[in-house]
Structure formats: C-alpha cells, structure tokens
C-alpha cells in the first residue's frame, strides 16, 4: 500500500531555532500534501495544504511567516518551524493524496508523525 | 464553523465484547466520512469510510453506520481485541477542491483483558 514516511520521527530544539521536518510519499506521486499538528490528547487541527509547485494555503489562525511549507517535488513537502518557542512543542503529521488516484474516497496516507519539542 | 464532534471521550469494553464509538457531525454538505485509529504516538491509520449517500457499509470485523437525519455517524467493533485499544477518530470530507479531512476530537477506547 502507500506509505509516507516523515523525518525526524522526534527533535529537541532549544527556543529561537528553527526545525525543518519532511514528509515523503514513498511510492506513489502527490500534488497535494497536508500538515496537521496535534496537542496531547486533541485531535489532529489542519495547519495548511501543500501543493506541489506552488504557495501553500494555510488555514486560520496559523502563521505562514512561522511554520514555512514547500512543496518542491511530486515526492516531498517540508515543514519549517522558524524561531521555535515552547508552544510549538507538538505532535505533526503529514498526509498525502495520490495523484490521479481514482479510489472514490480517502486518497490520503498519513505518516507516522514528527515529535517537536521545544526547549 | 462546522466541526464533527464525539459524544464520549473514553470507552472501555471488556474483551470480546462489541464496541460502539459515536460521532456526531455537524455539516450536512460533507460528502464522506472516515474513520481513524491512532495508536500512541503514531499516525492515524484509515479503518473504513462511507459515502453520504450509504446508510451502513461493513468491513473485517467493523461497521460504519450513517444516521443523516439526525447527523450521526457510529462505528461498531466486533470482538474487540486488545489491540484494538487506541483513540478512533472520525472525519469528514468535502469532495472537490483539496479534499480536506476535518477530524472530530476523538474517543479512547481502552480493552479490558
């Protein structure tokens, strides 16, 4: 089946730095990419969608100047947590959709999720 | 906004006992529904999904059940396994554009052996 893989799987950084997490569809091409963080025991809040070859569409409330998304490839979007503060200590999952997938629902695979902590 | 939201947030059942999970939804223009097991520090895992025009569809050993009258989706879990102990989550689409998910707040289901 399709996997996404994302790296690094945990990172601790101290305030101020910035982190960069990717995520990758492993076998299977996607225009579109999507990142989500999630806070202990909440649900996963959609942060912004990724498409390949252009500007990402964040959602409300989530800071494009902060948490810098590109989509350079088919195959990898990455994630940039800039000037990281305690607060943006997280869980973050990626998924991806299938290009020309022709499946009627859920063309999304989810990556195992990247651990933030920030010190 | 419209969100989906869950009625129980922690359900324990004993082993070999059928699990039920609720969800309720809130925008009736949603065009599927989805639902997720997150294990601990994993990402969520697809169970199975239903059209917003199917009433009940059926996979290995689980049940999705759509009520669209009163906006309620259900998942039913039969045997349920220790292993089955995770957070379930269930989501809606909107069909066009991106296809964004948008996840309910989950419910915890936890398997007494």
């Known amino acids: 089946g399709a996997v996404v893989s994302q790296h690094p799987s945990r990172v601790i950084c101290k305030s101020g730095t910035s982190v960069k997490i990717e995520c990758r569809s492993l076998?299977?091409?996607?225009?579109?990419m999507f990142w989500y963080r999630q806070f202990p025991k909440q649900s996963l809040m959609l942060m912004a969608t990724?498409?390949?070859?252009?500007?990402?569409?964040?959602e409300q409330g989530v800071e494009k100047d902060k948490f810098l998304i590109n989509h350079a490839s088919l195959t990898l979007s990455t994630l940039t947590v800039t000037s990281a503060h305690p607060e943006d200590s997280s869980f973050y999952i990626c998924?991806?959709?299938?290009?020309?997938?022709?499946?009627?629902?859920?063309?999304?695979?989810f990556g195992p999720g990247t651990r933030l902590t920030v010190l | 906004g419209e969100s989906v939201g869950l009625h129980l947030p922690t359900l324990s059942v004993q082993e070999g006992d059928n699990s039920i999970i609720n969800c309720a939804y809130s925008?009736?223009?949603?065009?599927?529904f989805i639902w997720y097991k997150q294990e601990s520090g994993k990402g969520p895992q697809f169970i199975i999904d239903?059209?917003?025009?199917?009433d009940k569809r059926q996979g290995q050993r689980v049940t999705v059940l759509l009520n669209k009258t009163v906006k309620h989706l259900s998942l039913q879990i039969a045997a349920t396994q220790p292993g089955d102990s995770a957070v379930y989550f269930c989501?809606?689409?909107?069909?066009?554009?991106?296809?964004?998910?948008?996840f309910g707040t989950g419910t915890k289901l936890q398997v007494i052996p």
């Open positions: 239903i059209r917003s025009n199917m």
């Open positions: 989501a809606e689409v909107l069909s066009g554009g991106y296809q964004k998910v948008t």
């Open positions: 990724s498409n390949e070859g252009s500007k990402a569409t964040y």
């Open positions: 925008n009736s223009a949603s065009d599927y």
């Open positions: 998924s991806a959709r299938e290009f020309g997938n022709r499946k009627s629902t859920d063309t999304q695979y």
């Open positions: 076998d299977f091409q996607a225009t579109t």
